[in-house]
């Protein structure tokens, strides 16, 4: 059994900063990309920052030189920094890993439970 359990969101003023966390847990053998997604009112989730084991990153266009993700490989944890928040980076955020459980069988995407942030004007 994997879990995802994502902490951090809260709510702050534009220009504000936000931490995100999110640390795997269970039978997990190794993990490749980790990444964060966030879903704002009435549109449809989308990618926000991904990073693999080696440390590849990837960003949406709307959060680069903003937002910055790392990942402690030995916590099994991803972090998202964000910051200059907002009032449209109002999200519920989601946390995604591509996790292997045994050297046996191919990988998952696992989600986290999703955590709001919210950004006032």
């Known amino acids: 059994q994997v879990q995802l359990v994502a902490s951090g969101g809260g709510l702050v003023p534009a220009g504000g900063s936000l931490i995100l966390s999110c640390a795997a847990s269970g039978t997990i053998f190794s993990i490749d990309a980790m990444g ?8 449809q989730r989308a990618l926000v920052a991904t990073m693999t084991s080696p440390g590849t990153t990837n960003y949406a266009d709307s959060v680069k030189g903003r937002f910055a993700i790392s990942r402690d ?3 099994n944890t991803v972090y998202l920094q964000m910051n200059n928040l907002k009032p449209e980076d109002t999200s ?11 050297r046996y069988y191919p990988s998952v ?12 004007a």
Request: hydrophobic residues 25%; charged residues 20%.
């Open 36 to 43: 964060w997604y966030r879903q704002a009112p009435g549109k």
């Open 92 to 102: 519920v955020h989601y946390c995604n890993a591509d996790i292997r459980s045994t």
């Open 73 to 75: 490989n030995a916590k």
């Open 109 to 120: 995407y696992y989600w986290g439970q999703g955590t709001e942030g919210t950004v006032s």
